[in-house]
Nanobody, 124 residues
Framework: QVQLVESGGGLVQSGGSLRLSCAASASGGISSVNVMGWYRQAPGKQRELVAIISAGGRINYAASAKGRFTISRDNAKNTVYLQMNSLKPEDTAVYYC????????????????WGQGTQVTVSS
């Protein structure tokens, strides 16, 4: 079973920074991870893309994240990060980690895995 464990959320004032982390793991070990990304869901709104990064380092950001957020990954650790700067109250949401495809040793491909979510609250 694939697990995505997120950390780094919390309460921060407007203009502040937070760094989210998400580590992928499986009991048999993971050989490869394709696209890793961050999504968020604010109360009463649909889940939306924040940023994604491919295994080769290709990155896409939502317009709201460009210039303020930086996504990165450590392939050796199967971990993706989201550095969030200049945070605004409208960034308040539960942030979810996602992996579109990964290879679990002894099991094969696993698709569309999600973390449990981490709350980010930005006060004005």
């Amino acid at each position: 079973q694939v697990q995505l464990v997120e950390s780094g959320g919390g309460l921060v004032q407007s203009g502040g920074s937070l760094r989210l982390s998400c580590a992928a793991s499986a009991s048999g070990g993971i050989s490869s991870v394709n696209v890793m990304g961050w999504y968020r869901q604010a109360p009463g709104k649909q889940r939306e893309l924040v940023a994604i990064i491919s295994a080769g380092g290709r990155i896409n950001y939502a317009a709201s994240a460009k210039g303020r957020f930086t996504i990165s990954r450590d392939n050796a650790k199967n971990t993706v990060y989201l550095q969030m700067n200049s945070l605004k109250p409208e960034d308040t949401a539960v942030y979810y980690c996602n992996v579109d495809q990964l290879w679990v040793n002894g099991m094969g491909f696993s698709y569309n895995s999600w973390g449990q979510g981490t709350q980010v609250t930005v006060s004005s």
